[in-house]
């Protein structure tokens, strides 16, 4: 099994801020897994993991960031500032359920722990081109921070991106994916503290396997989150996009809305997961998925689910897979646009859509250049 | 000039012969009517002459200036100078009204090699059609149609047509679901675009349109084909005396 081999390859390098139960957990067992079995249903994790195992040692992520944010190698801490990044990505991240990111933090060698003071604006600019990276991005209380991350990746690599937001800060997170990469993964996790807010904007091109985990938990009351991402998935080209959204504190809110297009034999998965813990009286939820099939021989799997244990929220979520909208085309028709501008004006509008509401320029001029393109 | 020439039209939708030998011709600056109950072929007739897929012609032809129409994709119609209102316009979230008909524009105006306007002043224009109509502006921002309550659909249309400037407009049914003031506003714009050089053809199942916008000939349409032709008149002893006296003869 790849998960075995990886284990033996990689201990004996494991930096000290890697905790070592991490890569225990990383065993063939654990790969090989009921639970992994399920989470992967439509993506190969061996594929997956045997692809970030081969990937060269040392990160490849740049950090621009503005004057207000310190910005330091995991390298460059104290012995105990180390010691808190190990707890961080310990307790930040399940192995569990993602048993991928030992490889990758253990890959990365190195990481960037990103800070912001209190009460401040701020901006950071992310980008990953290659390899594996780990990246915890901490907002104080207060603060506000505009992030911008990239992922160009043109080879195997994967990246762990660890938020937290301080009571009463914000997150604006857009995040580009356009590589064209043999095998992607990126795990982006939040917690958000009371009244936090945390809003992404995503869009993505797919590539041979590309997988995106992002696991959201509401930590705090009246901690929000609005969730958007756009997707083209062309022919022979995988997107695996898997979220949870935990509400775990009272009056939490959370919308997201997911959609796809898809083109040639494209394969498209989504998995949107609500969770209500007993404690979130007054939480509120919902989520939507929406596919858009142009060709024959395209594949979704979609599931949008709920898992509610408190009667006092609200919820409510759907998923559809559809076509373009044949009457929508014929009145474009009757106004004299040809049929190739009329799909065109379609598609975009089912892309735009999603975004609209984030109003992110950058993640919607990504998804046009490749729509217009072919 | 003859505009439009239907001569012995035959269609069937889902294979069920809806028109069943309709003759009618159309002149430049005619505004003709063609009134009818329920399920004589009114849209049919709107939808065959637009080129929505579905609608089979079996027999018979349609000529629009010198050009036979079946030859004709539904683009390439309206490149030729025809436009349906629709009675049910299409709500398309996401492509903006502006944009919309922005695209529109260019079509038309690439396939008739004119340069389009520059964007300022046709935006300029858009609105100046839109005010027109009591339309507000913010409707031009929003998806095309999308939460439009019936009646702001229908001035988008009239928008539409005074907007792309065609040779032959088809209104079908376009006094649906209009309250007096909308009928008055949306009728006024129909008659400012009526002129010398274009002609219109109604569809309407009520007398009410048509004393709005007064037409040259109206036909009534039976069981797929025009029983009765006349001048306005007929329109009135239609209100009057409602379809059933046609079946009398």
């Known amino acids: 099994m790849a998960g075995a081999r990886v284990t033996t390859e990689l201990e004996h390098d494991a930096p000290d801020w890697v905790d070592a139960q991490g890569l225990a957990e990383l065993t063939s067992a654990r790969l090989a897994s009921h639970r992994s079995a399920e989470l992967w249903k439509y993506s190969s994790l061996p594929r997956a993991s045997a692809a970030l195992a081969a990937t060269p040692y040392g990160d490849a992520i740049s950090i621009s960031a503005a004057d207000e944010l310190t910005a330091t190698r995991f390298s460059q801490l104290t012995h105990n500032a180390r010691a808190q990044v190990r707890s961080c990505v310990r307790d930040a991240i399940d192995q569990a359920r993602y048993p991928l990111s030992a490889i990758v933090a253990l890959k990365a060698g190195d990481g960037w722990l990103l800070e912001t003071p209190r009460d401040v604006n701020s901006r950071v600019h992310i980008e990953h081109s290659k390899g594996a990276g780990i990246v915890i991005l901490r907002i104080a209380d207060n603060a506000s921070v505009n992030l911008l991350e990239e992922i160009t990746l043109g080879d195997a690599g994967g990246c762990l991106l660890l938020i937290a937001l301080g009571r009463n800060a914000h997150l604006r997170h857009t995040r580009v994916s356009r590589g064209a990469a043999p095998c992607a993964w990126q795990l982006t996790h939040v917690t958000a503290a009371d009244s936090a807010t945390y809003e992404l904007c995503a869009s993505s091109l797919g590539s041979?396997?590309?997988?995106?985990?992002?696991?959201?938990?509401?930590?705090?009351?009246?901690?929000?989150?609005?969730?958007?991402?756009?997707?083209?998935?062309?022919?022979?080209?995988?997107?695996?996009?898997?979220?949870?959204?935990?509400?775990?504190?009272?009056?939490?809110?959370?919308?997201?809305?997911?959609?796809?297009?898809?083109?040639?034999?494209?394969?498209?998965?989504?998995?949107?997961?609500?969770?209500?813990?007993?404690?979130?009286?007054?939480?509120?939820?919902?989520?939507?998925?929406?596919?858009?099939?142009?060709?024959?021989?395209?594949?979704?799997?979609?599931?949008?689910?709920?898992?509610?244990?408190?009667?006092?929220?609200?919820?409510?979520?759907?998923?559809?897979?559809?076509?373009?909208?044949?009457?929508?085309?014929?009145?474009?028709?009757?106004?004299?646009?040809?049929?190739?501008?009329?799909?065109?004006?379609?598609?975009?509008?089912?892309?735009?859509?999603?975004?609209?509401?984030?109003?992110?320029?950058?993640?919607?001029?990504?998804?046009?250049?490749?729509?217009?393109?072919? | 000039m003859t505009l439009l020439a239907i001569d012995n039209l035959h269609v069937t939708v889902q294979g069920k012969p809806i028109l069943k030998g309709l003759d009618l011709t159309i002149e430049t600056g005619e505004v003709h009517a063609i009134m009818g109950p329920n399920g004589s072929g009114k849209s049919t007739l709107a939808n065959v002459l637009a080129g929505r897929p579905g609608y089979d012609i079996t027999e018979g032809s349609v000529v629009f200036r010198d050009a036979p129409l079946s030859e004709l994709e539904a683009a390439e119609r309206a490149h030729r100078g025809l436009f349906l209102a629709f009675q049910y316009p299409v709500e398309i979230p996401g492509v903006s009204n502006m944009e919309f008909l922005k695209a529109a524009n260019d079509s038309l105006c690439a396939a008739r090699n004119e340069e389009p306007a520059a964007a300022v002043a046709f935006m300029k224009r858009v609105r100046a059609i839109a005010s027109e109509l009591d339309l507000d502006p913010e409707f031009l921002k929003r998806g095309v149609n999308e939460g439009f309550s019936g009646g702001e659909k229908k001035r988008n249309e009239i928008l539409q047509l005074l907007l792309l400037q065609p040779t032959l407009a088809v209104l079908d049914e376009t006094d649906s679901g209009l309250d007096i003031d909308a009928l008055q506003t949306v009728s006024e714009g129909v008659n400012r675009f009526r002129g010398a050089h274009n002609a219109i053809l109604l569809i309407t199942h009520y007398q009410r349109l048509l004393d709005h916008i007064v037409p040259d000939h109206v036909h009534v349409l039976s069981d797929g084909r025009i029983a009765r032709s006349g001048d306005r008149h007929l329109a009135e002893k239609l209100e009057a005396e409602g379809y059933a006296w046609l079946a009398q003869g």
């Open chain 1, 208 to 374: 041979t396997l590309e997988r995106f985990d992002c696991h959201v938990q509401l930590a705090g009351a009246g901690a929000s989150a609005r969730l958007s991402g756009a997707a083209l998935v062309d022919d022979k080209t995988h997107l695996d996009q898997q979220l949870v959204i935990e509400h775990a504190h009272p009056h939490t809110e959370s919308t997201t809305r997911f959609h796809t297009l898809l083109r040639g034999k494209a394969r498209s998965t989504f998995n949107g997961r609500i969770h209500i813990h007993p404690g979130a009286h007054g939480a509120a939820a919902s989520l939507t998925n929406r596919n858009l099939a142009l060709d024959e021989g395209a594949e979704v799997n979609t599931k949008p689910e709920l898992e509610i244990y408190n009667d006092d929220v609200r919820c409510s979520h759907g998923a559809t897979v559809g076509s373009l909208d044949d009457e929508a085309i014929f009145y474009l028709l009757s106004r004299g646009i040809d049929q190739e501008r009329a799909r065109q004006l379609l598609c975009e509008a089912f892309l735009s859509e999603c975004l609209e509401e984030s109003g992110s320029d950058t993640a919607r001029d990504s998804l046009m250049e490749v729509l217009r393109r072919a």
